[in-house]
């Protein structure tokens, strides 16, 4: 099993905030990982350092092998990595076929995308031409992952999928995520437990802006006490 | 929900703008012959497309960069003293219609050349610092004068000739109006609708939207957002120099012509609501209308075209007191 990416001990700074001190992540291959941890402990940041958008002081990130860290974001999701920001990003003022073609690096990846993300996603193929800004939270969340898969990417970076959807909403789009594997990595952020637990193979706790633990997801789930020290709201 | 408040609210600008120039087609009409109705309002559009042409690529570079470009003026008035350079480098002979579009194109590219390296020399290492950026766009447009001046003198030159077809007037209902200025009514139209169409059709205009909203996100999708910073950056400077030149038939070119112009067309983008590109092609029509009717009004009941200038102001304080974010702003 080989990495497609791999962070070794990043260390970031956001203004004079020492956000991350030493956060090492591995994603394998068509597999998703979790990043783990309280609100505020860095999982957020350690995405953002990834794509670039806030570049890690020490530290390196390596994807397929390349060292990465240092380059520009939009340098970096040429390498075929999509993000999907916690707030989703979606252009208000834009359809949704706006919203997805923004996201095209070659003329036509849309139209050759298109069936596939209508397949996974069907409500967007009613919605393709409503504005952005009219969606509900999930479909908004939706689009934004379908964003995500327009151009030929093998690395999808998700910050909080299920962030303030209903139930039913999540079920979905964890049926969707599940389904993306076939196609590419993921690393995930989530709060929710039972929604990560369910979607990873693997995960990482972060705690304090340091990576503290990792390991098999099943692995996880049969030891209480670790995920009492580290993810209890307690 | 948001959503369909804000396409009413879009409407209800609409027909607001719509109802005031019918409003002053009213008074002017009560006032004025049919002929001076028909000058006046045509003076008006005149005056409203060369406020486009500055403010255009002002408002959309606000959306975007969040900068607010005082030296847009400057390359207004650098448009026009290139389209003299131009027909003076053109050997003699050469037809006027050759150096008419010759300056033209020239102005134009100068305009673009001249804000592409602005963009990248003077303006990147100022982003996220807007005193600075401030006080750079008025030293720089102050600089620009200051050249002209020296090297063109303060007096200013006279107009250059357009082209014969060009030179004519017509006669509408009575009235007397000029060709040329017809002739600037239509090129600001034309770019109006370019404009339009670019951003509403094409990739760069899809970009262009959604950076105004988050460039972030953009630059996380994939696209050097740099890049098209200052593509966008040279495209509204080159739009301004265009009204430069094609304004130099009839206002000539002298040190300062643009800054009169910037301060209307920052007037034009706060009443159409800050980065609102349809606001502000909407507001520089409504003010070069408003303009010429109080030229006209003061000018036959004062003798004086006194109330041209503060007719803007008042119109604008009367804006912004119904809509505090302009007519199209939001939030």
Known sequence: MSAILEVQDIHTFIGQFHILEGVTVE?????????????????????????????????????????????????????????????????????????????????????????????????????????GGQLSGGQQQMLAIARALVADNNLLLIDEPSEGLAPVIIEAMMAAIRRLTAHVAVLLVEQNFRVASQLADRYVIIEDGKSVHSGLMTDLLASPALIQKYLSAA | M??????????????????????????????????????????????????????????????LLDVLNLAQGAFFMLGAYAGFAIYGALPAGTPIEVRFLAALVGATLTGGLAGALMEIGLLRPLYARPVYQIVMTLGLSTAINEVVRAIYGPAGLVPIEEPPALATTFNILGGQFETYRLFIIFVGAALMVGISLLLQRTRLGIIIRAGVQDSEMVQALG????????????????????????????????????????????????????????????????????????????????????????????FMVAVLLVRPTGLFGRE
């Open chain 2, 223 to 314: 696209i050097n957002v740099r890049r098209i910073f200052t593509l966008v950056f040279a495209l509204g400077t080159a739009v301004a120099a265009l009204g430069g030149m094609t304004a130099a038939p009839f206002l000539g070119a002298y040190p300062g012509m643009g800054t009169d112009f910037l301060l209307v067309a920052i007037i034009v983008i706060v009443i159409g609501g800050m980065s609102s590109y349809e606001g502000t092609a909407i507001a520089s029509l409504l003010v070069g209308l408003t303009r010429a009717t109080a030229e006209q009004v003061s000018l036959q009941y004062f003798n004086t075209p006194i109330l041209a200038s503060v007719s803007i102001l008042l």
């Open chain 1, 27 to 131: 994603v394998p291959d068509n597999s998703i990982t979790a990043l783990l941890g309280r609100n505020g402990a860095g999982k957020t940041t350690t995405l953002r350092s990834i794509m670039g958008l806030n570049p890690p002081a020490r530290g390196a990130i390596r994807y397929r092998g390349r060292a990465i860290s240092g380059r520009k974001p939009y340098d970096i999701a040429q390498l075929g990595i999509g993000y999907v920001p916690d707030y989703r990003a979606i252009f208000r003022q834009l359809t949704v076929e706006e919203n997805l073609k923004i996201a095209e690096r070659r003329p036509g990846d849309l139209a050759g995308k298109r069936q596939f993300i209508f397949e996974i996603f069907p409500d967007l193929e009613k919605l393709y031409q409503w504005p």
């Open chain 2, 2 to 63: 948001r959503q369909t408040l804000r396409v009413n609210v879009f409407r209800q600008s609409l027909i607001l703008s719509g109802l005031f120039v019918l409003g002053l087609l009213a008074l002017n009409l009560a006032v004025f012959r049919p002929g001076t109705v028909a000058v006046v309002m045509l003076s008006g559009l005149y005056q409203g497309m060369l406020f486009f042409l500055i403010a255009a690529g002002m408002s959309i570079v606000f959306g």
